[in-house]
């Protein structure tokens, strides 16, 4: 095998599990209490409640 395609190979499998990651972490832990958001309006902190 040639060494370019084993280089393409490597860089197309680290990008698809960074994107996997990224939509697994924006999309589907929304119910998480420390939920991540893109929205900087949300992103506010709130005090703690005694």
Not at 22 to 38: K, Q, T
Request: proline share 8%; aromatic share 6%.
């Amino acid at each position: 095998m040639p060494r370019g395609d084993r280089l393409i190979g490597i860089a197309l499998g680290i990008v698809l599990g960074i994107a996997i990651v990224a939509v697994f972490v924006f999309v589907f832990s929304e119910g998480a209490v420390d939920a991540p958001s893109l929205d900087s309006d949300e992103a506010q902190e709130q005090p703690a409640q005694p």
